[in-house]
Each structure stands twice: as structure tokens, then as C-alpha cells.
């Protein structure tokens, strides 16, 4: 990535990863992502502020030299995954009397994932203010995002939080600011729904931990730079809310279309009844655009039929993850086809035990519906939407 100043004395020095499709092998990035790195000059000390996945190691490495950065004094290190903190040893090994400032926790994930020896570090505490150079930086622990050792980084006269995942998102864009506030929006809910929404309740501590500063710039290192803070700051308090939205998310797979004349039975009736829906397919949708509408949608539907004894393996995945993201959804309808028999409720039922939500009467059909099914999908249809209007949704 071309290096960029953002302002006088500190420069993005990062990489910009077009091509990475997935990220921990699980989590789809469609508009590939960055590893931003900073680098920060204060009189005669120079910092880094995280650095890149080891893949673009070289990338980092040739930005510092452009720079004429022959002496590295620290890098800072938020978090110890490896996409920040993978190219640390390499840097290390380039600038031999940098220091690493990290907390306790990162220091010891560090040490463990990098191999990086107990004296390259310096440790700092909560809300530690150091002065380095001409500058001054504040550390503020905000364990949970994601990992439990993160913390971010105020630096004082220029009013920037250097937040490392936090507030990140995965998009590759040579701009570092946003240019077009809807896909912004909605590449950080991407990242906030895949990445943080299970530590919903914890961010809303750590937002309270940095409510007070006076942030003129926010530098995550995914994606955006943010010169209007307040943009994303409100999309993660509106995320991070009790509030849900009145829409329902339909996730479903279906054998031999009983399952599917199901759904889109249910579908029908809610869109009607004044329901927004939105509806995926498990056989062909991307786990982060489900992962997206979970973030704030008052209902979700399952739609599964009984395979051999059980949901079909895409519910129970799609289910497992959504009891691994923790969603603030209010209520969870399961429906479904079967053929003789089978578990698929307690089954499902088990891998939901992190939801707060309530279960509305499940409807399970035995082959196609008939007229006395469809009177029960009525039911289920007229409970959702009862339960909206009860919220004031509707
Ligand atoms: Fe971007 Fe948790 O690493």
C-alpha cells in the first residue's frame, strides 16, 4: 500500500490485502480487507503502531525504509493476532532495539503465537499516559475486541484513537476515508456482526471507557479511517442497544420443496402482514450477509427438514454460529418438514443455550402441508406478528 500521511509526522504504512476472500477460514471478505500500520514520529523517536499480516510483511518493511526510518524505538501492539501482530518478530529482527509496548495479557499471547523474547517488551497499564518524543499516549484497556488482551491507544496532542480491530472493517480501498457512507456502514456492520456482536455487552463498557476524549480521528487497523468519529461511534451504540428492528430473518434449507413451501408461506404472510423479511437460502448465501441482518432483526425463522434423524447439517451449522455471534434477536421460530420421526427440535433446541430469545411454537410438518398445516402456520405467522406490535415494532 502507498504510504499515507494523515497528518504531519504520522503516516498509514499498511497493506491492502485485494485478493483475501476469507479471513480465519471462515469469515467471507467479498471486498478483500487491509492490515493498517501506523507509524508515528515524535522528535527524534519513532513508533509503530501495529503491524501486518506476515504475508505482507515486505510491504510494511519497505514503506518504514521509504520513510528513512533507520531507528525504531517501539511498536505498539494492541492485540496479538496474528493479521497486527504477525510481522512484529520480522520488524524486530530489522529494528533490534525496539521495544514492544503491550499490556500483560498481549505480552504473554505474544510470547506464546510469536516466540518473541520476555525483553523486547515494555509493559504498560490502564489509562497509562507515556510520553515518548513530543508526544503522549494513553492506553485504555478494552478487553474483547475480540481477544481478551486488546486495548487501544489516545494519542494526546492529535487527538487520534488508534483502535486496532475495534471499529475495524474489512474492505480493501485505496481511500482511507469513507467515500460513500452506505457501503461504509455497511462493511463496519459486516465486521461488527462476524467479529463483535458477541461482546455486545462488554463494548458497551469499553465505549463508556473512552466517552470522554475528545477524538477527532478514529484508526482502526481494517479498513476505514474515520474523520468524522461520530459516524461510526453511533452505529455501534445503535448495535450495541437493546433496540431491534421489525424484521424478521428467514434462514432455511430444503430437501424437496416441503420445507421451502413452508417458508415461503410464512414469508408471504409476514411481508403482508407489514413484516420486513429478509430471506436466505443456506445452500448458496454468504454466512456474512446472514451475519449482518442478525445484527439488529426483532425475529429469526429456522426452516429446516429431518434428515436421517436430525436438522439438515446447514441448519445445525447456520445454528451453531448463530449461537456462537449471540444476537440480540427477541424471538426464534423453527419450522420444518419431516418424513417419520427424528430429534430435529432437541437437537436444535441444545445449540441454542447462549440466546436470550423465546421460542415460538415450533411447527413441524410430516411430508407437504395440507389445510390443517397451513392453519398452523397461521397461528405461527399471527404470533410473530403479535409479538412485534407487543414491542411497538409494528
Ligand atoms: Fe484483525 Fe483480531 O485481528
Redesign the pocket.
Known amino acids: 500500500m502507498a504510504i499515507i500521511k494523515l497528518k504531519e509526522d504520522i503516516y498509514s504504512v499498511g497493506s491492502i490485502d485485494w485478493d483475501r476472500r476469507l479471513f480465519d477460514e471462515l469469515i467471507p471478505l467479498p471486498d478483500g480487507t487491509s492490515y493498517n500500520s501506523y507509524l508515528i514520529k515524535a522528535d527524534d523517536k519513532n513508533i509503530l503502531i501495529d503491524s501486518v499480516d506476515p504475508t505482507k510483511k515486505d510491504e510494511l518493511i519497505k514503506n518504514l525504509k521509504e520513510l528513512n526510518i533507520d531507528k525504531l524505538d517501539y511498536i505498539i501492539s494492541h492485540?496479538s493476532?496474528q493479521?497486527?501482530s504477525g510481522s512484529i518478530p520480522f520488524i524486530l529482527n530489522i529494528y533490534k532495539d525496539a521495544k514492544v509496548i503491550t499490556n500483560e495479557k498481549c505480552k504473554e499471547l505474544l510470547m506464546s503465537h510469536l516466540h518473541i523474547d520476555d525483553e523486547k517488551f515494555h509493559l504498560i497499564n490502564d489509562n497509562e499516559i507515556l510520553k515518548i518524543g513530543n508526544k503522549n499516549f494513553k492506553f485504555i484497556f478494552t478487553p474483547w475486541v475480540?481477544?481478551p488482551e486488546t486495548f487501544v491507544t489516545y494519542l494526546i496532542e492529535d487527538k487520534i484513537l488508534f483502535t486496532c480491530?475495534f471499529f475495524?472493517s474489512h474492505t480493501a480501498s485505496s481511500s482511507p476515508y469513507i467515500e460513500n457512507e452506505c457501503i461504509a456502514e455497511k462493511n463496519a456492520k459486516r465486521y461488527y456482526a462476524e467479529i463483535m456482536m458477541p461482546f455486545r455487552n462488554i463494548i458497551e463498557k469499553n465505549l463508556e471507557k473512552i466517552k470522554d476524549l475528545d477524538i477527532k480521528m478514529i484508526a482502526p487497523?481494517?479498513g476505514y479511517i474515520y474523520d468524522k468519529p461520530e459516524f461510526i461511534l453511533n452505529l455501534y451504540k445503535d448495535w450495541i442497544s437493546d433496540d431491534v428492528k421489525n424484521k424478521a430473518v428467514v434462514v432455511y434449507v430444503s430437501m424437496h420443496g416441503s420445507t421451502r413451501n413452508i417458508i415461503n408461506y410464512i414469508v408471504k404472510g409476514l411481508i403482508e402482514k407489514g413484516i420486513n423479511v429478509q430471506q436466505f437460502n443456506l445452500t448458496n448465501s454468504d454466512l456474512g450477509e446472514i451475519a449482518i441482518s442478525l445484527v439488529d432483526s426483532a425475529t429469526v425463522i429456522l426452516g429446516t427438514p429431518t434428515i436421517l434423524t436430525g436438522p439438515h447439517p446447514l441448519a445445525l451449522y447456520v445454528t451453531y454460529l448463530m449461537n456462537a455471534l449471540k444476537p440480540k434477536t427477541k424471538f426464534l421460530g423453527i419450522v420444518g418438514s419431516y418424513g417419520w420421526g427424528g430429534q430435529t427440535l432437541n437437537i436444535l433446541k441444545d445449540t441454542i443455550k447462549n440466546l436470550k430469545v423465546e421460542l415460538i411454537e415450533p411447527v413441524l410438518i410430516k411430508g407437504d402441508p395440507i389445510d390443517k398445516d397451513y392453519k398452523l402456520l397461521d397461528n405461527f405467522i399471527d404470533t410473530i406478528v403479535k409479538k412485534h406490535k407487543d414491542l411497538k415494532l409494528l
Do not use: K, M, Q
Request: hydrophobic share 10%.
Open positions: 492485540h493476532e493479521d497486527h475480540h481477544w480491530d475495524g487497523s481494517h
